[in-house]
């Protein structure tokens, strides 16, 4: 009793405050001893962001705590922070070229955030994805969320094609006032190609699941009888197109007997799902009238021609920002919307930033396909993003320049989950690139002991 009675009222206080600090600090710990729960909740806000003005930047504060997390988890491991040299380099490139023209304009935060949306957000995930998904556990998680992504999408997707709206959530992927395509599945992107691209990309993520057995039984099943109706659903031809050609390519290309058979399973049951949905769907004319629908294609032409012209126009450096939407109400007389779309990035990077802006996106996907590169021998682990993914990776990023080719590119959530896959894919190139240069080193010293004298 009177050893207690003689502790100094500042030692009390000081243990008192070291107990606050180190409970305030718990869940900061969690953080960075699991940091792709972070980054996955970050992505899922990207996907959920709600488009109230008044979360408007919720999504911005996930990432900034991102941001800070796999810092601070550099600092603390004391890991040597290396910039992913493959498609740094065009990208940034360009991120600077939108950023000086951004700078150009009176502020806006809608062209802020689509600036992030294209260059900003992808361009980080890339470069963090490396630190955060570097052993199994993570990528595991990081599977676990894609798959789960899928199931969302595609119900969601069936549920608007059934009509039982009531069990869509959340309820502002039905409000007429917001977003476009009101008449298609666009899920929680309120756009129905980035719906249709994120369920293609995801798709071909789960029949890689699929082929090393992760995916099996009756979920597996599930997904060869729903995935094609949330395609359909999408009512998207770009995105019908790109899916049909993924499915075509891995059933006579790839290696792998599952997935071939996988694939004639989704074939089967695209086609089973097109005849069912116009036999029982008969009072449904939308898809019959999205087929013929001539409208958009129309717009779409004369919107390319008008790009063209003004590319030629000005074609080192593109055009102004400011001045874009004006140039184009000019030359454009038949369709005067609110505003303008070139609906093809590659188009629309050519006229806001010339052929140079052109030659650094065309740059980005060089180094994007030469990721997919098998770089060693070493057989597959059975985990995810092991060597034979590398074979899938060239598919999925022929789906993402497809499409592009028919829309602007411009969605948050699918850049930053395309460019997270990237990003892993570098940094685990990088490691392997070291381990072999350390294994020839360790072959030559045993093959030469004589220099391991002078070492």
Partial sequence: MESILRISPKIVFRRGLEATAATAARPLHALIVAPELCFLTTLAVMLFRPPDLQFYALDRIAFLLLFFIVILRIFVLRQPFRILRPVTWPMLGLLMLALSGLLSQPYDPSNWSLFAAKWAVPFALYQLAGFVFDGTASLRTFEVFALLVLAYLTLMAIFFLMDIKFLIFPRYILDEGLGIHVDRARGPFLQAVANGVTLNLLGLIAMDSYRRNRLRGFPALLLFISFPLAILATKTRAVWISCAVSI???????????????????????????????????????????????????????????????????????????????????????????????????????VEHGSLGLVLYLWIFVDLFRLGRVRNTTPTN????????????????????????????????????????????????????????????SEYLVTNPQEFLYT
């Avoid at 598919?395 to 499409?403: I, P, R």
């Fill in 382 to 441: 059975n985990n995810f993003m092991d060597v034979e993914f590398r074979a899938l990776w060239p598919l999925l990023l022929g789906v993402y320049l497809l499409n592009a080719s028919f829309v602007v590119m411009n969605y948050q959530f699918v850049n930053g989950l395309f460019f997270t896959m990237a990003g892993i894919l570098a940094s685990q190139n990088r490691r392997e690139r070291f381990h072999a240069q350390n294994l020839g080193l």
């Fill in 248 to 350: 075509l390519i891995l059933l006579l290309l790839s290696k792998s007997s599952r997935v071939r058979r996988a694939c004639l399973c989704l074939a089967l049951g695209s086609i089973v799902a097109i005849f069912a949905f116009t036999i029982f769907g008969g009072s449904d004319k939308s898809m019959n009238e999205r087929l013929q629908e001539r409208g958009p294609v129309e717009f779409r032409m004369e919107m390319y021609q008008v790009g063209w012209e003004m590319f030629l126009d000005r074609p080192l450096l593109g055009w102004k920002a400011d001045i874009i939407q004006r140039e184009i109400g000019r030359r454009v007389n038949d369709f005067h919307p609110e505003r303008f779309l070139f609906h093809n990035t590659y188009l629309e990077i050519a």
